[in-house]
């Protein structure tokens, strides 16, 4: 979702076009994105509206306007379903109308908790780095500056583990890829220093098999933290290791494409919106 995502799929041909395809049929009628039960989610419609973007398909642009004017300004949206509803806006349209924008930004604000991160709910003691990426997300979309930055660098650094990971929130001590991805991906463009050895960490999940695994005791890679971490470390740096990882990772990639989408991982049989965008992410860091 942050504005960062160099997606240059080495989708050719007949194979982009059956993803665009696909995406194209998780969009109901209204324009809404559909989860794998097809159900209308704003979540699974920015996956939708965003993977259509990086193909340079066309999207329901007018459709999906009018399904985005039914939650006004997010009131009662948890901050995943805010952010997602801010994203999808600025998928479609260069900005929304000026007091939209504003009521947005004070409904985030909302979210913002006691110890200067950003939590699913408001009034929380604490945040999470997930929500945390979504904030600075939808701030970057809205075209905002995050107020008070430093606090935010704050409640993100305290969540760093002794071997260097980064854990989502205080009640689980132990660190993940998505949630060290993020924290180094929202550090950066807020421009605070990154520590190395949460590059280092996210390096030594990567496998023999071709993907990286969300944490050490992880049995399979997944799509999800393989996309994140290639996310993360080519903003950390340079090239070295993408070029290390390049070929292994796009044979994991091609051993979790159907033929017309892709799946989270060897045990999904079922593709989906969100994991197809993950692949177009992915793909588009291992691009030469």
């Given amino acids: 979702m942050l504005q960062v995502a160099r997606v240059a799929p080495r989708l050719l041909g007949e194979a982009a076009e059956r993803v665009g395809a696909f995406l194209e049929e998780t969009l109901a009628p209204d324009g809404a994105g559909t989860d794998r039960g097809g159900g209308r989610d704003l ?63 004070s409904r985030l604000a909302g979210h913002r908790s006691a110890d200067g991160g950003f939590a699913g709910a408001p009034g929380a003691e604490e945040g999470t780095l997930y929500h945390a990426f979504l904030a600075v997300s939808a701030h970057q979309d809205l075209g905002a500056p995050l107020e008070a930055p430093e606090r935010l660098v704050a409640s993100i650094l305290s969540r760093e583990c002794a071997d260097g990971s980064f854990t989502n929130d205080a009640l689980v001590p132990v660190g993940n890829v998505p949630s060290t991805a993020a924290a180094l991906t929202v550090l950066r463009h807020l421009e605070a220093p990154r520590p190395a050895r949460a590059a280092a960490w996210l390096r030594a999940r990567h496998v023999e098999s071709g993907g990286f695994l969300a944490a050490p005791a992880a049995p399979i890679p997944d799509l999800l933290s393989t996309a994140t971490a290639l996310h993360a470390l080519s903003g950390a740096e340079a090239t070295a290791t993408l070029d290390a990882v390049r070929e292994p990772c796009l044979d994991f990639l091609d051993s979790l494409w159907t033929g017309r989408a892709f799946c989270g991982n060897w045990t999904d049989e079922t593709p989906d919106a969100e994991y197809t965008w993950y692949a177009l992410l992915a793909l588009g860091h291992l691009a030469l």
């Avoid at 009131?75 to 007091?99: F, K, Q, T, Y």
């Fill in 43 to 105: 979540y699974y419609s920015v996956f939708a509206l965003e993977g259509l973007h990086a193909l340079q398909r066309p999207r329901p642009v007018e459709r999906t306007a009018g399904y985005l004017r039914s939650f006004g300004d997010g009131e009662g949206l948890d901050l995943v379903h805010l952010a997602c509803l801010v994203r999808c806006h600025a998928s479609i349209e260069s900005a929304p109308p000026a007091p939209l924008r504003d009521a947005m930004l």
